[in-house]
C-alpha cells in the first residue's frame, strides 16, 4: 500500500510542486496519475523513488516510512519498485539480454538465477528473439518492452511508468500497456503518469488527476478529464 | 560483495582505461614520472644507508701525529696503545712510508708528485687504529685527541656524518619533488576519472534507479583508478630497473682505482628492486584510489 499524507513539496519555498497531497494506492491497484504539465506528477514519482524528499507530510510505501530511510538503504528500497521511462534509459553498448541481466547483477543474483530468470521475463514481453540485438537494433516499442523486462526481472511489487508511451505510436504504445496490464494482472501495483487520452479512457482504471499541485479529481473508471 | 561482482567491476575498471584512451595515457605517464623520481631517490638513500653501515662496520681510526714527533715519542706511544682495551689492531706509518703509499695510489700520474722528497714531504707520520666493537670508537678518539703530540684524529664517523648528512638532504628534497609530482599525478588521475564517470553518467543514473548500491557504482571506477596507478608502477619500476641495472654495470666497469667511483660500492639491482617495485605498486594503487574515490562523488547524486 502506498500512502501520501498531507505531503506538500516546494523546491525553492516559492514553487510549489505539490500542495497537501492525500492519496491511498492499494497493493494490486491500477492508477493513471494524470494532468497538464508541472502539474506535478513527475514530483509525485521522485518522491516515491525517494528522490527528493517531501517538505512537509508523510509518505508511506508498503507500510515503511520513508523519511526513515536511510541514504544507505536506498538501493535497497528501490529493488522493491521497477521503474520505465518515456526515453527507455537502457544501456547502448549492451544487448536486449545484457541490459535485463544488468539489473540482476546489481543486485547480486547467481548466474544460475540470471540465466533462468532473464529468458523467462523477455519471453513475457515477448522479445526473446532480440535477445542478442542492441538498443538501436530494434524499435522503440521493442526498447521499451526490454525497459519493462528490466524493470520487473527482480520482480517487485510496484511498477511506476513514467510516461512509458510518451515516444510511441498509438499501435505500439497499445501493445506496451497490454504488457503493463498483464504485470498488473499478476498482483504488481501499477502507478502510471500519462498524457494518453485515449489509453487512459480505454483501460477503464482508477485515475487521478493532478493540477497546480493539488488533486482536482480521483475516480474509479475514470476518464482523461482536461484539456492539455 | 561476491567474488563475480568483484571480478566483473575488476573488468569494466580495465576497459575503461582503454575507452579513454588519451587520459589513461597522460595519467599513467604522470603516475609513472612521479614514481620514477621516487624510485631514484629511494635507490640513492638505500644506497647511502649502504655505505654508511659499510662504514660503521669499518671502524678504522687515523691518528695523524704533529710534525716534529721524535722516535722515542713514537714508542712511547705504542707501548700505550698496547695497554688500551678495545684495540684490535694498529700500525704505524711514517711519513716516508705515507708518501710512498700516496704514490702508488696514484699510479701513472706520481710523477706528479716528484716534487715531494724526504725533506719537504708534506705528510705527518700517523697511526691507523682499528677497534674491535664500533660502541668503542667516541671513547677512543677522545681519548687519543688528548694525547700531546697527536695533531688530527679522524675517523670513519666524521665520513659517515657527512653522508648521513648528504642522504638526509637527499630524502627531504627527493621526497618533497615526489610529493609535488604525486598531487600532479593524482589531479590528472582525478580528471580522468571524472571524464570516465562523467561520459557513464547515464548509466550511473539508471544504476541507481534499479537500485544498485553506492559502492556497487564506485568500484569499477576505483578499480579504473587502480589500474592506473598499477600501469604507471610498472612502468616505472621497469624504467627505474633498466636504468639502475646500467649504472651498476657502469660502476662495475670502470677502473676502480683513483676515480671517484670506486667511493661507491653500489647495491646489486635485485637487492633493491623488489622494495621498490613494491613501494610503486602501493603508491600507484592508493594514489589511484583516492583520486577516483574524490571523481565519484559529485555523480552519484541521484
Redesign the interface.
Known sequence: MIQFKNVSMSYDNVTHALRNVNLTINSGEFVFVVGPSGAGKSTLIKLLLKEIEPTEGKLYVNNVDLSGIKPKEIPFYRRGIGVVFQDFRLLPDRTVYENVAFAMEIVEATRKEIRRQVPAILGMVGLSSKANSYPNQISGGEQQRTALARALVNNPSILIADEPTGNLDIRTAREIMKIINLIHRRGTTVIMATHARDIVDSMQKRVVTFDKGCIVSDEEKGEYSFED | ??I??WR?MAGQGFRNVFRNRIMSLASISAIAAALFVLGLVLAMVLNFNNIISGLESKVEITVFLKDNVQSHEIEAMSRQLNDWEGIKEWKFVSRDEALENWREEWGEQKYLLDGYTAENNPLPDSFHITVENPDYVTEMVEKLRKLTKVEVVQYSKDVVDTITRIANATRILGLAVVVILIIMAMIIIHNTIRISVYSRR??I??????????W?IRWPFIMEGISLGIMGAVIAGSLTAGIYYLLVQQVAESPMEGNILSLLQLLPLESIIYQIVGLFLLVGSVVGVIASVLSIRKHLR?
Open positions: 560483495m561476491k563475480r561482482t566483473l547515464r548509466e543514473n539508471i544504476m541507481k534507479y534499479i537500485g544498485a548500491t553506492d556497487y541521484v
